[in-house]
């Protein structure tokens, strides 16, 4: 009889661009999604919770990863034949929402949602398949009032979560002054207009120069490769390049360059009329160039922006993988998308809003050391007998009571420095012992493990006799020593 193959064990392995996280950095985001969560209610935003798999239909094509399946989307088909997929951002599935209840929610609908988004992509360093997105959008509004509110509420998000003024910029641009520009061009091939818009993107890395080789026959790269150029004549891409250095330190003076850049087109027009009415609002507010300006060179990659467009950007430098400084870059992005609803409805809805990347955002809080310290984890009520677990478990119940983080050794107790061990692992600040003896005198032993350690890494015998790390206390003054000693290293 042939020997039965063992099926093999499954490799423990997270899948290719996803992975896993831990306490702190759990701890980290829910911190940063309550931060954020209290200023976008404080705007007036509702929360929302929608479902993380929508159908692809309701989703539709807006990811560029065309050469992977369903262009980018973890997507499946269910029993009756339907397409479905995981939402790859908080935007479209919102779209189906409004359309969905309507007639039931207020006009201008204004919420805001947390989550995870999922996207078929190639992942790459730092680059995952999933990652959290915080989203706010007013639905229902279509005047840019509602825009520079969004960019006011985007800067006071990054200075509550720990992002100074002079670390950031909230820079705006309105994809109707770039049609404009299209138009003063005379591009109309919907094919050139997106190489034109993909050229722009580009300004800050290969700067005015690099943006006219591009806009012509093409240019060499860094490595040396050649990259074709879009076929434009140097008169077809001089409004290209007015619009790109049309920014000044004077406003006015940016906006006066946008019109000429634009010259006859009326969209053009509306759209640097729509920025001057941003700027003026947010003015208003006292909020200045420093935090919030008008910047020509954003464009918004995805496909959906009918107007304002912004960007916040973290201006501080760090090291790349290879020892490089250079700009911690975007950590968010938004605009309008007035025609997203009307895919549904048949009608266009105008909408606004803005998603910030949680990922990318902590990883920069992280790079300036305003996150990621050292951790401290719960009081360990170590267990000396094990029949004794109910004393251990009133121990720990009146720690919690008392709102300190503890916890009993549910380990094997029979050796007490396995113990002391794990306690070190977990980062425990404080170690509660009672043995038999203690129990019958009416004590506990206190151990300050942070300055146990200190000692024992730094002291001489003499100063570890003048500071003792152990305690004995009345067992009725267990709660009362530990927060003295959690006080004494908060």
Known sequence: MAKVKKAPRPKAQTPKG??????????????????????????GFDALESSAVETVEALGKFLPDVDRPNEGVFAWQDEDDAWMALRYDLTAPLARVYAQYRNDLPLPYRRYAMGPVWRNEKPGPGRYRQFYQCDADTVGAANVAADAEICAMLSDTLERVGIPRGDYVVRVNNRKVLNGVLEAMGVTDEAQAADVLRTIDKFDKVGEAGVRELLGKGRLDASGAYIDGVGLSEDQAEPVIAFLTSKDADVAKTFANLRDAIGSSAIGAEGVAELEKIGNLLAAQNYGSDRIEIDPSVVRGLGYYTGPVFE?????????????????????????YDDLVKRFTGQAVPATGVSIGVDRL??????KGRIGGKVTGPVVVTVMDKDRMADYQSMVAELRNAGIRAEVYLGNPKNFGNQLKYADKRQSPVAVIEGGDEHANGVVQIKDLILGAQIAENA?????????SQYEVPRGELVAKVREILDLHA
Do not use: C, N
């Not at 902590?362 to 790079?367: N, S, Y």
């Not at 001489?460 to 003792?468: A, C, I």
């Open 18 to 43: 996803f992975r896993d996280y831990f306490g702190t950095e759990v701890t980290e985001r829910a911190h940063m999604l309550k931060t954020i969560a209290e200023v976008y209610h404080q705007y």
């Open 312 to 336: 916040a950007e973290l201006t501080f430098e760090i090291l790349d993988e290879k020892g490089r400084k250079r700009q911690f870059g975007s950590v968010s992005g938004g605009g309008r």
């Open 362 to 367: 902590l990883a920069a809080l992280r790079e």
């Open 460 to 468: 001489t015998l003499e100063e570890w006799k003048e500071r003792p």
